[in-house]
């Protein structure tokens, strides 16, 4: 007979329940979408009550056809950074959780820079000043909440980045904790001492009563009340979304990368034991803290993957489904290459411009449909390059990228980023990285899975791409990429790539 883990992957856009048994197959998903709340420009929020009752209800939903009892623990994976302040007593939030993408505190990041402030915190969180991490959106409750800030000092209020939130909930107020994965995401945390920081908790003038405790990403994180699955599940993982891909990937050896393409794409290294100091303005962050070890890991994102895909097919027409861009694309040859450089909302890593704006580049006559497809699919690989490329200047060797989320089915895609990357492109059989790795972590607590090199050996291929393209070519089509790019920075950006 079976035995399962629960796995919580609590998106942006909506939660999700999965299972999976005791070879890492998956057996059951259920997946319910939530509402996105934009209150004003800039701004996104979430109601952290619902983020909660949706997850609630899919676990509920995947576990209705299974024997609750072989069920051996739940692992909770996590939209980072975003950031909700309750009241222990109640579980109330006393505001809207603020999301990772909300802007809303851009000046007072500003501000921190301009007040010196970039080199102290990217020495201690490894992450450059931005409205992204939690620190911000914290100081911001406690001053814009009628008496947050004194209720916070008195100890009646807990932060938790939504790894926190669901565990409360779950636990009924039983624990406070967070792992070292989330943590590192908030700007509050040393990534070298692995302690909440005295002094960052200063420049962002949040009280440390607030905060949860931080464990290990496989842990004991406490029990889920018995009347929520008519249960006693231990929870036993938490671990924020990008870092669970990369455990789901099972790249737990230094020099292995992964890269999810969805909407946008996130490419993260493992660098090991040691804490490399990106010289490209990539992120260091936690990969997962196991057994009281620190892996650490390198981190660049690009806004706009597979969201250039969806422009080319809701905004400009020219297809009807994203699939159809994998034929579009064989098509096309590499003679007269058409560039799209997606800037649409500026450019992430290693660039980061936010002035930037998108263009078009090399159109002729016989620029068709076909070929403005391409360049987006194209754009995708060119900007993992950048960020390959980034990583490599840090001192990473690189020999294979593994690849997941909704974009990877296409082989073209695939194929291409072997081909421009000059590495090999491994796509594996289980897509759901993700939910993956938080249930590998969870399995590893309970004794499900001996080790990670046990976890390693589940890892099974769909489809290796080899570089096929001469690198010539390859890379003339690169450096085609680069000058474009050069062509959209806004002025003033400095190259930094
Ligand atoms: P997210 O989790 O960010 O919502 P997914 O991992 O579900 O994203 O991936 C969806 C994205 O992948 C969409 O932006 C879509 O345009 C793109 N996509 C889906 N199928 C294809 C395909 N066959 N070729 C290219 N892009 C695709």
């Not at 405790?213 to 993982?237: M, R, T």
């Not at 230094?254 to 990539?282: D, E, H, W």
């Not at 791409?465 to 400095?494: C, I, M, N």
């Amino acid at each position: 007979m079976s035995q399962y883990i629960l796995s919580i992957d609590q998106g942006t856009t909506s939660s999700r329940a999965l299972l999976f048994d005791e070879r890492g197959q998956h057996v059951a998903t259920a997946q319910q979408e939530f509402k996105q709340y934009f209150p004003e420009d800039g701004w996104v929020e979430h109601d952290a009550n619902e983020i909660w009752l949706t997850t609630l209800n899919v676990c509920r939903e995947v576990l209705q056809d299974y024997d609750t009892s072989l069920v051996k623990a739940i692992g909770i994976t996590n939209q980072r950074e975003t950031t909700v302040i309750w009241d222990r007593k109640t579980g109330e939030p006393i505001h809207p959780a603020i999301v990772w993408q909300d802007r809303r505190t851009a000046a007072f990041c500003e501000e921190l820079k301009v007040q010196g402030f970039e080199e102290t915190i990217n020495k201690k969180t490894g992450l450059l000043i931005d409205p992204y991490f939690s620190a911000s959106k914290i100081r911001w409750i406690l001053n814009e909440v009628e008496g947050a800030r004194e209720r916070a000092e008195a100890g009646e209020l807990a932060f938790g980045t939504v790894d926190s939130y669901l565990l409360w909930r779950l636990t009924e107020g039983k624990s406070h904790f967070t792992d070292a994965t989330n943590a590192s995401r908030t700007s509050l945390f040393n990534i070298e001492t692995q302690q909440w920081d005295e002094e960052l908790l200063k420049i962002f003038d949040i009280p440390s009563a607030l905060l949860p405790e931080v464990k290990d990403s496989s842990d004991d994180f406490g029990e889920c009340a018995a009347h929520w699955f008519e249960a006693v599940l231990p929870i036993c993982s938490m671990i924020g979304d990008q870092q669970s891909a990369l455990v789901g990937q099972a790249c737990f050896a230094p020099g292995m990368v992964k890269s999810t393409y969805g909407t946008g794409c996130f490419m993260v290294l493992n660098t090991g034991a040691q804490l490399i100091r990106s010289q490209s303005r990539l992120l260091s962050t936690v990969a997962y803290r196991v057994n009281g070890q620190v892996t650490y890991a390198l981190e660049g994102s690009i806004f706009v993957a597979g969201a250039a895909i969806q422009w080319l097919r809701d905004g400009l027409q020219l297809i009807g489904h994203a699939r159809e861009s994998e034929q579009l694309a064989e098509q096309v040859g590499y003679e007269n290459p058409v560039y799209l450089v997606p800037a649409f909302t500026g450019l992430g890593a290693p660039y980061w411009d936010p002035n930037a704006r998108g263009a078009l580049f090399g159109l002729t006559r016989d620029t068709g449909i076909a070929e403005i497809v391409t360049a987006g699919l194209q754009a995708v690989c060119y900007q993992t390059r950048d960020l390959l490329s980034a990583m490599e200047r840090d001192g990473a060797e690189v020999s294979a990228l593994y690849v997941d989320g909704g974009m990877v089915v296409n082989d073209w895609v695939t194929q291409f980023l072997a081909d421009v990357l000059n590495v090999n492109v491994e796509r594996p059989a289980i897509v759901e990285t993700t939910a993956l790795g938080a249930a590998y972590l969870a399995g590893l607590r309970v004794g499900m899975f001996a080790s990670l090199e046990e976890i390693r050996k589940l890892w099974a291929l769909d489809n290796r791409f080899v570089p096929a393209l001469d690198r010539h070519t390859a890379d003339q089509l690169y450096s085609g990429w680069l000058e474009a790019v050069e062509r959209v920075k806004s002025q003033g950006s400095s190259a930094t790539g």
